[in-house]
């Protein structure tokens, strides 16, 4: 069976795809999870397209994609934790950044970082930044993996199933996925903004606990 014409926005990978196949797919999702632009959930849904007229097997590209996900993002997670936090300490200050706030913003991924590293992986520029963060922020490496781990079984299980059943139409699905994004990112943003405050008001009673008004001498 001769490969399908990819639609829309896909149509410029489908060199690529014909060339390399499985090795494009991990390489460009490889790339784009440590910070490289790159098409990788693009790639995913021309590939998920492709293995639905099969040409490709949809395991295989699963298994790849999955793989290729984690082992990216596990790469900016050690830009991010062996380079990023003295980066910050050197020229932070001059963004204000101080050293002290950085400090907060740490504890603070340290607590909730765990639902941002799974929801990132579904929101461009979030998605190629996720590791980097997770690192520079001193984020527990298994912590960040298993999260990690999670969130890439679900971006990937959603964009190939997808794509796989859609074939040739997932160009009006994606479409019609994306329409909603700001919302989602406005009850992420909802989300965050909460976790923040609840954050800040556990920390400011910490502190004025030994001072309260029922505190003795």
């Known amino acids: 069976m001769a490969a399908p014409p990819l639609p829309g926005p896909l149509a410029h990978l489908a060199p690529l795809l014909g060339h390399y196949g499985y090795w494009a797919v991990g390489a460009v999702i490889l790339v784009e ?11 995913l849904l021309a590939a998920g397209v492709y293995a639905g007229a099969g040409e ?22 050690l830009i991010g934790h062996f380079g990023g936090r003295a980066f910050v300490h050197r020229w932070g200050k001059y963004v204000f950044l101080t050293p002290k706030r950085f400090a907060a913003a740490e504890d603070f991924f340290a607590r909730h970082g765990g639902v941002i590293v799974t929801v990132a992986r579904f929101v461009e520029g979030l998605r190629q930044a996720n590791g980097i963060v997770a690192g520079t922020s001193g984020m527990h490496w298994r912590r960040f993996l298993a999260f990690n781990a999670l969130g890439a079984a679900l971006w990937v299980g959603l964009w190939t199933t997808l794509a796989y059943l859609a074939g040739s139409h997932i160009d009006a699905v994606y479409e019609d996925i994306k329409r909603y994004e700001l919302y989602f990112l406005l009850a992420l943003a909802a989300l965050v903004l909460a ?17 309260g008004p029922g505190a003795t001498s």
């Open 33 to 43: 999870d440590f910070g490289i632009p790159a098409p990788g959930e693009t790639i």
């Open 56 to 77: 490709l097997d949809i395991v295989k590209v699963a298994l790849i994609a999955f793989a290729a996900a984690v082992v990216g993002d596990n790469i900016g997670y």
């Open 195 to 211: 976790l923040v405050a609840r954050h800040v008001v556990r920390r400011r009673h910490e502190r004025a606990g030994p001072e």
